[in-house]
Each structure stands twice: as C-alpha cells, then as structure tokens.
Nanobody, 124 residues
Framework: VQLQASGGGLVQAGGSLRLSCSAS????????IGWFRQAPGKEREFVAA????????RYGDSAKGRFAISKDGPRNTVSLQMNSLKPEDTAVYYC??????????????????WGQGTLVTVSS
C-alpha cells in the first residue's frame, strides 16, 4: 500500500486545515491508519489514529479537542481535520498504516507503510 498525504499549507493561528491520506495499491480495510508529526529538532509525535474496521479512534494529547480523524470508505481516504491551530502545531505531518491492528496504535514502530509527509505551518 502506497500512501499520499496532502492538504498541508500555511495558516494563521486559530485557523483550520484538513489533511488527507489516500491509498493506492491497496485498501485501508483491516488496517489502522495513523497521523504523526515531526517538528524541526523534535522527535516524531503521535497525533491521531483510526482503525478502519469499526472506526475506533485514538488521539495524542496535543490533538484532543481540536483535531478529528475520519475515514471516507468510497474514496479509501483518511482525513485529519485540524481546528484551532497553534504555532506549536507546525510540523511535517505523515500518515502511516499497518495491518497489525491490535498493537501499537500510538507507536510509529508498529506502522509499516508511510506517506511522504505534508508540511503544516502555523503563523502567530
């Protein structure tokens, strides 16, 4: 499965962006799909994840109450709606997936396929 992340850009603090992760060469069924981010000089951070079958979701502390992850079955796409953005949300955002569903939903080591990343810049 190849992933393509899109939707990043420059936004002012308090604004919103919607990221999308699309899959080619496979489908998201029976997989977990996660969003991670990495800011310059910082470690990769878990943002949010969804289990395609059943729709269970998890959020990192920085995303709770502001971000929402969702799936679009017909389009085989997972989206991350980001609201009330802050300058500290500035990072490259990556989507990732794995068919190991029951383990490591918040741990990038348990994801086998990664997209190329999309840059989100939040200005103050």
């Amino acid at each position: 499965v190849q992933l393509q992340a899109s939707g990043g850009g420059l936004v002012q603090a308090g604004g919103s962006l919607r990221l999308s992760c699309s899959a080619s060469g496979g489908i998201f069924a029976n997989r977990k799909i996660g969003w991670f981010r990495q800011a310059p000089g910082k470690e990769r951070e878990f943002v949010a994840a969804i289990v395609w079958n059943g729709g269970n979701t998890r959020y990192g502390d920085s995303a709770k109450g502001r971000f929402a992850i969702s799936k679009d079955g017909p389009r085989n796409t997972v989206s991350l709606q980001m609201n009330s953005l802050k300058p500290e949300d500035t990072a490259v955002y990556y989507c990732a997936t794995s068919n190991v569903v029951l383990s490591g939903i918040t741990d990038g080591r348990y994801y086998s396929n990664w997209g190329q990343g999309t840059l989100v810049t939040v200005s103050s």
